[in-house]
Structures are given as C-alpha cells and as structure tokens.
C-alpha cells in the first residue's frame, strides 16, 4: 500500500483506525492537536489523584473484543478489566434512598418489583426483545456504510428492521411497558451516553437496556485512559507514528479536488493521499476553503447537540461510604430536566447528574485513605457563563450531593478540585458549541441523516468519530473506525470484517 494517511485527531476513533490501516499496510501518521493522545478519553494526575477526564463506561465488551480480534490481539493482553459489582447505585431526589443494579436478573428483579410490584415478567420480555434488536443491529446495520434512503431501506431492512422500533420515540415506547416513575427513568437513563433526551430519540436505542442489564459495566485497572494507551501500544507494533501538539491550520486540495497535504499552524506541510479525520466534522470543514464544505454555518446552528456537561475533579479526604463506583441521581421532574437541556437551555434547576468514585474499584487512582470523585452534570451546550458563576453553580451542586446522596460534610474534605465545563470542551477538543459529546441522538439526527463518514466535495476525505455514524459512545467509536476503514477498502458488506 503506497498511498499515505494522515489521521487528524487521536480519538478512540482515529487511533482505532490508524490500527486497522497500519495493519493492511498503509503507512499512517496520526496528528493531534493536544500534548496526549486519547481524545475526550484524555488523563491527569495531581495531588496525588489520578483523574479520567472523559468516559467512565466501559460498556459492550463484545465489540472491544470483535475489534481487538481484528489486530490479532487480545483484549486480556491490554485491559484488566473488572466486572463491576454492584454496576451502579441509583439515587432519587427528594426521596431518601437509593437502589443497587447488578446486570443480573436474578439479583436485580427483586428491585424492580420493589419499585414497581408485577414488573418481573414485563421486564424479561422486554429485555429479551432488547437482545434481539441489539442482535439485529450488531450483524445488520451497525457496520455497514449507508449513503442514501436507498441503501437503508434494502431487504433486510424490511426484513428485520420492523423490529427496531425506529419510528417511535423512546419514552413512548418505555411508557408502554412500565408504569412507574422509577422504573421509567431506570430505563431511559441511559439514553445520557448517547447525548439524547427520550423525548425525542427513536426507539430503536432501547438496545441500550440489554448492554446495560444483559452484558454488565465493566472497568479497566489504571482507568479508561488504559484504552486509548492500549491502541497507542498496538500501533506502534504496526508502525503507525504519532505526533502530538501538531495543530492543524488547514487540509490542502489538489484540482478535483482531491486531499493533498495539511498545514500544521506551524507552517510545516504533510503531504497525504487519504485523511481521515478524528475531528468533529464542523472543525474539520473549517480547515477546508469554503466551497468544499459539504454543511453551511447555518446547518450547522440548527444541529441538536448533545450536552455539555459541569464536571467536577474532586480529590476527598476519607472515605465517601454511601457511593458505589457509578452513582446515578435523577431529577424529580425528568421532562423539565432535559428540556432545560435541549428545549429552553438554562442552568437546570433539578438536575440529574453523575458521579464516578474509580478509588471503590482501584486504590492507585487516588492517595491512601482518600477518595477520587468525578462529577459530572449534564448542561445545554452553548450555555454561557462566567467563571464566577461556574464556581456557584458548583457549590450549589455539592451542597445538593450532600443532601440527596448521604455525603455529609463532602466540601470541607475536599482537598483538590478542577472544574471543566462548556468553554473547555470548545478550546480543549474543538467541540462545536462545547458539547461534551457530539451530534445529538435525535430523531432527525439518526443513521443516514447524521452527516456521512465520506466528504461528499472533497475526494478521499473521510471521517470517524461520534459526528458521523454510527454515532456517540467509546465502543461505537470502534465501529466507526470500521466503517471508515471499509470505505477505504470498498467493503460495501454489512457484517463486522472477518480479518483486515
């Protein structure tokens, strides 16, 4: 393989494609713009504390292990991975207590009948029927390239894609089989990993309740960071190389046009037959002249993104006893909440939020007899703030952690704290609007109408990340690589490769 690549952005994305290139043969230089590669899945150390700084879910382990089989390798080589126990701890505002779910039936319906009595057979039918959709997803659309409605509604579509529920928005179809407040949110949650509200995300994403109660949440030793170091590994086997702190002021065109080279900001040019880029699309059409642009500014002002997010870096002193690894606590009033996200957005006035205690599961994250704490919120994107209106906002949701998640006296033991938030992801990532995420997974934002891994003007332009398809979340990223790959390759198939 003769033509050069040139990967911009060391995402879980481009580093995962940079892989399977190396590994046909294609000689491949990855450049990212930061001091580390890893992307969002980036890490820091201080005081003692190590902090993941992104993704904290190590979730669909069959689709780490179908993409480290690709390389040859084995996921056991790279990760020690720890299945969680419990996989997480729910708390509800204003009601005193709190729930441990296993993704166990066995162990988990009695919680469920609990929260909503006769609730056990419902559940096992839908979960059932989340497999089977899953299964469809997996082995049928999920790595296969889509360019027009005509590709995705073929005769496997009309076959099996009934199933999917694609035409029904989430909460809909979870209100139907589940009655109680509780239950439903327990449902739905997990529509936040892909930046969604269930109010307008296509029913098909129920798939998410068979990664979660089916396959279980898992975490690698050393914390999600071991991911993108463990790519980084096996590239350097292939003979990828890395540059790091190279950002990009430009991507050069030949007459077509066609990709030639870019421009690092330091004047320097690299010349390239392929670019794939980790970037989000809006950044990367920013570095193209405007005509090669496939999306207008004014597109892109009417994308739903997905949220940002307040996050706290919190180094404590002692132990927090009442939080598990993942603690989860949701708003009593969901509909407000995630329309003061994405229908009206403002600083959420009860918000759900997240927080990832990683010293529960590995005690070298955080010093002896402390804990290390992320907290994250989830915010509208494009909100506006000042730094001193950051910090309040901050307070007021540590003094609600210590009331609604038993943390007595939480801020007077915090010994380190860093806040990040809208204005970072911009600067820091290149997020448009300074989404922590990407491209909402909204109803008109889903499969083919999520902007295509393939530059439409520009020849031998590509993209992998949580913009384009299949869309947001580290495993997906795994995927999109895939597909990006396949297009390199003109693999049209629909299956998961068999070798590279």
Known sequence: MNQKIIVIGGGIGGLAFANLAAKKGYPVTLLEKNEQLGGVAGQFSEAGFTFDMGPSWYLMPDVFQSYFDLLGEKVEDHLHLVRLDPSYRIFFQNQGRSFDFYSDLERDIPTFESLEPGVGPVLRDYLEKSKYQYEIAIRGFMYKNNDTIFDFLNKQVAIEGRELEVFSKMSDYVNKHFKTDEVQKIMQYTLVFLGS???NTPALYNIM??????????????????????????????GVKYRTSVPIAQINTRRGPSVKSVRLENGEKIEADIIVSNASVHHTESLLPRPYRDHSQRYWNSRKLAPSALIMYLGVE????????HNLLFSPDWKKNFAEIFDAPQWPTDPSLYICVPSKTDPSVAPEGCENLFVLVPIAARTEYT??????????????????????????RIIYKKLFSVKDFESHYNKLGGTALGLSHTMMQTAILRPNNRSKKVENLFYVGADTNPGIGMPIQLISAELAFKRIIGDTTSAHLASV
Not at 210 to 229: A, L, Q, S, W
Not at 318 to 325: I, Q
């Open 318 to 325: 002692g132990k927090v006893d009442s939080l598990t690894h």
């Open 387 to 412: 730094e001193d209106e950051l910090e309040d906002q901050s307070n007021r949701i540590l003094r609600l952690i210590e009331k609604e998640m038993d943390c007595p006296g939480l801020r007077e």
């Open 209 to 238: 309740s068979h990664i979660d109660f089916n396959m279980g949440v898992f975490y690698p030793k050393g914390g999600i960071h071991e991911i993108p170091k463990a790519l980084v590994r096996i590239g350097e086997k292939l």
């Open 197 to 199: 509200s269930p109010y």
